[in-house]
């Protein structure tokens, strides 16, 4: 079993913020592969079994209930339970030192000011996990302000380009490994092109 860690915040005046990027996507995963959500109060967090094609491991998906700051507590829980090493735990976050819509894979890092980050890697007790980062843009001023804000109507388009594309890099992890999946997207052109096209120049990390 492998695990797969959403950040993100619970209640509905979360849904839709910038923060919430990586529930996004579990739940577009878990919709996907019509597999239903249960809360479970031993971990403080939603979970959700699936299973991809092609795939032999099960991906157990957890949304940490406990809110951003505290998601390592949750995590923690849930890994022990399982017992799950550090090593095969993934995490989709979001992140502001990417553009909006940017996807990019990391094996390992710091938590890059990240408050979900930070608390995960304390809890875990390292940085060895997996990472699927999407871009939702610099913040024009106060950077909490930013994250805790609601995408615009003219950035969704981009939005749910990216949470697929984090998908599909997830895919990639789980089949053919990171370095595989760091190959094909994180060089990809900006999805600023066009929300429909991939295609052009590569970026520049």
Do not use: C
């Amino acid at each position: 079993m492998k695990i797969l860690i959403g950040l993100g915040n619970p209640g509905q005046q979360y849904e839709t913020t910038r923060h919430n990027v990586g529930w996004m996507a579990l739940d577009r995963l878990a919709e996907r592969v019509s597999s239903k959500w249960r809360t479970d109060r031993r971990f403080r967090a939603s979970l959700a079994e699936v299973t991809l094609p092609g795939i032999d491991d099960r991906l157990l998906l957890v949304k940490p209930l406990t809110f951003m700051n505290l998601s390592g507590e949750a995590a923690r829980a849930v890994v022990d339970f399982y017992k799950v090493p550090v090593e095969d735990v993934l995490v989709i976050t979001d992140d502001m030192a990417l553009p909006l819509g940017f996807v990019r894979v990391r094996p390992r890092g710091s938590d890059g000011g990240h408050n979900g980050l930070k608390s995960l890697v304390q809890h875990l007790g390292g940085q060895d996990f997996t990472r699927i980062r999407v871009g939702v843009g610099a913040p024009a001023g106060d950077a909490i302000g930013h994250v805790l804000g609601t995408f615009q109507r003219e950035e969704w388009p981009y939005v749910h380009q990216a949470v697929d594309t984090a998908l599909d890099a997830l895919e990639v992890v789980l089949k053919d490994g990171v370095p595989e999946a760091m190959n094909r997207y994180n060089r990809r052109a900006s999805p600023e092109l066009s929300p429909d096209n991939q295609n052009g120049e590569e970026d520049a990390e």
